[in-house]
Nanobody, 123 residues
Framework: VQLQASGGGLVQPGGSLRLSCTAS????????VGWFRQSPGKERGLVAA????????NYADSVKGRSTISRDNAKNTAYLQMNNLQPDDMAVYYC?????????????????WGQGTLVTVSS
């Protein structure tokens, strides 16, 4: 499975962004999808994930209530809507996928990764 992430950019504090992750080469409806982020000097961590079975979502505490993960199986695309962005949200965001029905934060469980898209939050 190949993943292509897009939608990053520069946003002011309090602003919003929607990231997209388009998949090819697999059965998208049978893929769990996740968004991770990594900033300099920090480990890559889970932002949000969506299981392919039952569409159960999991969010990091730091984004809960202001982010929404969703998917459009007809477009082979997953989305991460992020609102009220703050400087702490600034990072490279990666999408990931796996055939396991999971929302785990364990990066080794995710078998496919996109190239990353940079989110910069600054006034």
């Amino acid at each position: 499975v190949q993943l292509q992430a897009s939608g990053g950019g520069l946003v002011q504090p309090g602003g919003s962004l929607r990231l997209s992750c388009t998949a090819s080469g697999g059965t998208f409806s049978r893929l769990s999808v996740g968004w991770f982020r990594q900033s300099p000097g920090k480990e890559r961590g889970l932002v949000a994930a969506l299981r392919w079975r039952n569409s159960i979502a999991n969010y990091a505490d730091s984004v809960k209530g202001r982010s929404t993960i969703s998917r459009d199986n007809a477009k082979n695309t997953a989305y991460l809507q992020m609102n009220n962005l703050q400087p702490d949200d600034m990072a490279v965001y990666y999408c990931a996928a796996t055939t396991i029905s999971t929302t785990t934060s364990f990066t080794n469980s995710w078998t496919s990764w996109g190239q990353g898209t940079l989110v910069t939050v600054s006034s």
